[in-house]
Each structure stands twice: as C-alpha cells, then as structure tokens.
C-alpha cells in the first residue's frame, strides 16, 4: 500500500495495466455483478436534479423502471446502489449499436444536456474506493470481465491510475493526482 495525502493506494494502481476496451466487453460491467453500482448521498441529489434530460436518453422500458421503481436502493450492506432491471442491466443503461451498452447519464452529458458526467464509482471502475473517517481507500478490481482491457492496457502501456486519470483529478484534485504520478516516477527510478 502507498500512503499518498488521506490515501491508501494497493500497488496495483501503479503496477497493473488496464485501457477498457468497449468493442470486445460491450460494456457488460453495467449488467453484470451482484447489484448496482454504488453511489453516494450527494450524486443521489445530483442525477435527481438532472433527472429529465437523462430520461430522454433512456429507453421506454427503462424509464418505466425509474418512475414505479426509483432509480436507487439500499443494498444489504446499507450502501446505496442503482437499481438494476430483472435482467441485471442498472438502470441507467442505453443501448447503443453493435449490442454495445452506454450510460444514459453520460450521454446526456456529452450532449451537453447536464454537468454531472456519471456517478464516480462508474467514472474510476477498475478502481474501487472505500471512504473511511480519516482515510480513502484505492483498490483496483480485479474481473474475468476485464480481461481485454488488461491485454490492451499491457500492449499500449497504460497503468490502472493513468486509464482513470480524469476520474481521479475529479474525485481528488489535479494536485492529489500530479502527487501520484511523481510517486509513480520515483517507484520506476
């Protein structure tokens, strides 16, 4: 582990490679797992304040979902989630071409119809944190899933921290990351 600031990063941010690699997952980390993916109290009150535009983005069925069922839970662990279809599929996912699946969140961003990208543990994915009073935790996931990304991430040499680069600048700051990558250059030296 590597104490960086209120941070605890596993080595594996720095020695693992990773660059998701759509085309061949078809974005199955948004169907697959055993519930929806996390999200806090704030982006709660955030995508409900987006919520309009980012129903345009969503399928009829998936729209259906959101208005009977809420588009958050409590999981068993009393952390909220997205809630997912009977298929598994959170709510938030769109369909796009070549069965590829996308964010409905997201899209309507690159739209420019919102100013919320998508929930952080969908925007840092392979790397899961864990808020404690005093310190954050970083671990990179590990998934069958994921494994064209860490073929393409090997082949083009990019490290877990460097793929999740612009997730990370939004959840710790340009200063926290630029910290990191001179970690990182002192580990190689």
């Known amino acids: 582990m590597i104490i960086h600031e209120n941070t605890l990063i596993s080595d594996d941010l720095l020695k693992e490679f990773f660059a998701c690699d759509i085309q061949r997952c078809k974005g199955a980390c948004c169907i697959e797992g ?34 009977k069922n809420g588009f958050y839970e409590e999981d068993d662990d009393g952390e909220l989630v997205t809630t997912c279809l009977d298929d598994g599929k959170c709510c938030f996912v769109v ?11 997201e899209n309507a961003f690159y739209k420019n119809k919102v100013d919320f990208v998508k929930p952080i543990s969908c925007h840092l994915y392979p790397v899961r944190i864990r808020e404690f009073d005093t310190y954050t935790t970083l671990n990179y996931h590990e998934w069958y899933l994921c494994q064209a990304a860490c073929s393409k991430g090997r082949s083009e040499q990019i490290k877990v921290y460097e793929f999740t680069e612009t997730a990370l600048r939004r959840r710790f700051g340009d200063d926290w990351y630029e910290g990191l990558v001179e970690i990182d250059r002192n580990l190689n030296a």
Do not use: T, W, Y
């Open 34 to 67: 055993d519930k929806g993916a996390p999200i806090s109290k704030e982006e709660v009150v955030e995508i409900e304040r987006i919520m309009e535009p980012v129903l345009e983005e969503l399928s009829p069925e998936h729209r259906d979902f959101i208005q």
């Open 95 to 105: 369909e796009q071409g070549n069965g590829v699946l996308g964010c409905g969140i």
